[in-house]
């Protein structure tokens, strides 16, 4: 229902979003810092970065649209997001998730 520019365009109205290029996809991160969201341009759909519990929550609503990465990034959220299938609607909320979670994420402690 939607498409690579309609998802960009959606992911760069956040705030302080950038572009860059992340191993030959356009990709997307907030700040020069946390990358939140990956276009896959040859399979016409993105990744976003979810806590698990949003991605349970948005794979609970269309398995088909919303799905865990399979790797071990799927595990902590990668979730890919089927852009010929997803609603615009579903496309901007998916996207906010993932951009708040990037804005919001903790700094990881390091050990003494």
Do not use: C
Request: charge should be positive.
């Amino acid at each position: 229902m939607t498409d690579l520019e309609t998802a960009r365009k959606i992911v760069l109205a956040q705030p302080e979003t950038e572009e860059f290029d992340h191993f030959g996809r356009p990709a997307f991160r907030i700040k020069k810092k946390r990358v939140f969201a990956t276009l896959w341009p040859a399979e016409n759909r993105m990744m976003v970065k979810l806590t698990p519990i949003d991605q349970s929550v948005f794979n609970s609503f269309d398995p088909a649209i919303f799905y865990p990465v399979q790797n071990k990034w799927g595990l902590d959220g990668a979730t890919f997001v089927e852009l010929s299938k997803v609603r615009l609607d579903m496309l901007e909320d998916v996207i906010h998730t993932a951009w708040e979670t990037a804005n919001t994420k903790p700094t990881k402690n390091k050990k003494l």
